[in-house]
T-cell receptor, first 116, second 111 residues
Framework: GAVVSQHPSRVICKSGTSVKIECRSL??????MFWYRQFPKKSLMLMAT?????????EQGVEKDKFLINHASLTLSTLTVTSAHPEDSSFYIC????????????FGNGTRLTVT | GQQVMQIPQYQHVQEGEDFTTYCNSS?????IQWYKQRPGGHPVFLIQ?????EVKKQKRLTFQFGEAKKNSSLHITATQTTDVGTYFC???????????FGPGTSLSVIP
């Protein structure tokens, strides 16, 4: 089945630093990838839709300058949390669909970000 | 914008009892998907429903999509401890683009 690889799985950083999270579709091409954020015991909140070769579409209330998304190829999207603060600590999950088949979402394993 | 609601938020059942979670969308959906997330894990796809009134079964799990394509349900018969986790419904509008998740129902099964 379709596999989405997300790295790193866990990262601890200091306030003010930037963190990059990678999301790769391993056996299919994904023109669109989605970035979600999940707080403990809460649902997945869509942050942005990452589009290959064009600008990402951000959901209302999500700062695009804070959460930089780059989708440079059909298999890779990156999310960079810039100038991280403790309130950015969360679980970030990427997902992708095999658009050839209008498939459901395939999720990466997520990244646990802790900002100290 | 599109909103997806889900009830109940939590459900505690005795092993062997049945369990149902209900999902409602504020707008008509093109399809609805169900995911299960175990504690500490990531969401895992269970099923996708596309047709109005569709019913699908996976062993002890029964999924329904409403006639108006705005609501859905997941029913588990004779729960087992392996069913523990949070069940999310997720809807896609007619754009076939973003998927919006409901708040989830957290299921606990008491052995």
């Amino acid at each position: 089945g379709a596999v989405v690889s997300q790295h790193p799985s866990r990262v601890i950083c200091k306030s003010g630093t930037s963190v990059k999270i990678e999301c790769r579709s391993l056996d299919f091409q994904a023109t669109t990838m989605f970035w979600y954020r999940q707080f403990p015991k809460k649902s997945l909140m869509l942050m942005a839709t990452s589009n290959e070769g064009s600008k990402a579409t951000y959901e209302q209330g999500v700062e695009k300058d804070k959460f930089l998304i780059n989708h440079a190829s059909l298999t890779l999207s990156t999310l960079t949390v810039t100038s991280a603060h403790p309130e950015d600590s969360s679980f970030y999950i990427c997902s992708a669909r095999d658009t050839r088949y209008n498939s459901p979402l395939h999720f990466g394993n997520g990244t646990r970000l802790t900002v100290t | 914008g599109q909103q997806v609601m889900q009830i109940p938020q939590y459900q505690h059942v005795q092993e062997g009892e049945d369990f149902t979670t209900y999902c409602n969308s504020s707008t008509t959906l093109s399809n609805i998907q169900w995911y299960k997330q175990r504690p500490g894990g990531h969401p895992v796809f269970l099923i996708q429903l596309v047709k109005s009134g569709e019913v699908k079964k996976q062993k002890r799990l029964t999924f329904q999509f409403g006639e108006a394509k705005k609501n859905s349900s997941l029913h588990i018969t004779a729960t087992q401890t392996t069913d523990v986790g949070t069940y999310f419904c997720a809807g896609q509008g007619t754009s076939y683009d973003k998927v919006i998740f409901g708040p989830g129902t957290s299921l606990s099964v008491i052995p």
